[in-house]
């Protein structure tokens, strides 16, 4: 992970360089947790581990306190089981979130990622409502090396979209369908009916593999607010976050997992086609405290 001007790395770097654990410690401890984004809630309790552990092991060795810190996030993280399941074929994910969070070019980055891992790619462009939709979506499925079934008419029912990449999908063998959805209709009611529909429609033709919720990292806590709709009434499996600026910013990870209760399984770290990957929580640990 690339360190920003200020970086929880670099930041604990500092602390764990003291000849022994004081007060300052904690206060310093404290402090970054909450400018990473952890959160007020899940800093306390961080913090409050660890000073048992401290206590336990009758440690005054910052050194001690950094392994215990990683070991203690890791802990956090592991609750979760963030593996992508795609084993069905053809596997089908539907993508949603709200208009803005970058929907579009996640798509195109986890096309990439895909093939990455020598799978095959179709992508269906649902979110039929916005006509730069469907063309943005071909740009990065094409970037991405995947096929794409576009609207055959401007303002076709999008679950009729998702059934024609299914059956695409089955036709030509292909592994992985994904499926782009509307981020806003003049309601959030008829949204989520929406994508019930299109979820009736595709389940006819084969099992849903992953239900993808796309967050734009930046927005912190309001992000999670704007997507609740989504989190209650679209059946998500699974969270991708965009826009996460490193380690100044990684706590959120944890922070929106344990807010939702739904893992975080990919994370975009960059503008760039290939700036996304699976979340393993040893190496993002790793990255956050070094």
């Known amino acids: 992970m690339a360190e920003k ?5 670099r930041a604990l770097r500092g602390m764990f360089v003291k000849p ?3 007060e300052t410690t904690w206060d310093d401890l404290e402090t970054a947790l909450l400018t990473a984004d952890f959160g007020p809630d899940i800093t306390e309790r961080v913090v409050d581990e660890l000073r048992a552990k401290v206590e336990r092991y009758r440690t005054t060795d910052p050194k001690d306190l950094q ?10 993280f592991a609750k979760f089981d963030t593996t992508l399941k795609l084993t069905e074929r053809p596997a089908v994910v539907l993508v949603v979130g709200v208009n803005g969070v970058g929907k579009t070019t996640t798509i195109g980055k986890f096309t990439k990622f895909l093939r990455g891992f020598e799978r095959s790619v179709v992508v269906g462009a649902a979110d039929t409502f916005r006509a730069a939709a469907v063309d943005q979506l071909a740009t990065w499925a094409q970037r991405g090396g995947a096929a794409i079934v576009r609207p055959q008419h401007e303002g076709q029912d999008p679950a009729s979209v998702a059934f024609q990449t299914i059956e695409y999908a089955k036709r030509e063998g292909i592994e992985i369908a994904i499926i782009d959805t509307a981020g806003r209709l003049h309601t959030k009611g008829g949204l989520m009916d929406e994508l019930g529909k299109i979820r009736r429609v595709v389940e006819k033709q084969a099992p849903i593999s992953e239900v993808l919720l796309v967050l734009d990292a930046t927005t912190g806590q309001n992000g999670v607010m704007q997507a609740e709709a989504f989190l209650e009434h679209a059946g998500v499996t699974g969270l ?7 380690s100044a910013k990684g706590g959120f990870v944890l922070a929106v997992q344990e807010r939702t209760g739904i893992p975080v399984k990919l994370l975009g770290q960059g503008e760039g086609i290939d700036d996304l990957t699976g979340f393993t929580p040893h190496v993002f640990v790793q990255s956050l405290v070094g």
């Open 240 to 246: 991708v976050l965009t826009k996460l600026d490193g």
């Open 67 to 76: 392994r215990m810190l990683r070991e203690t996030l890791e802990e956090h």
């Open 20 to 22: 022994t654990i004081d």
């Open 5 to 9: 001007s200020w970086s929880l790395g």
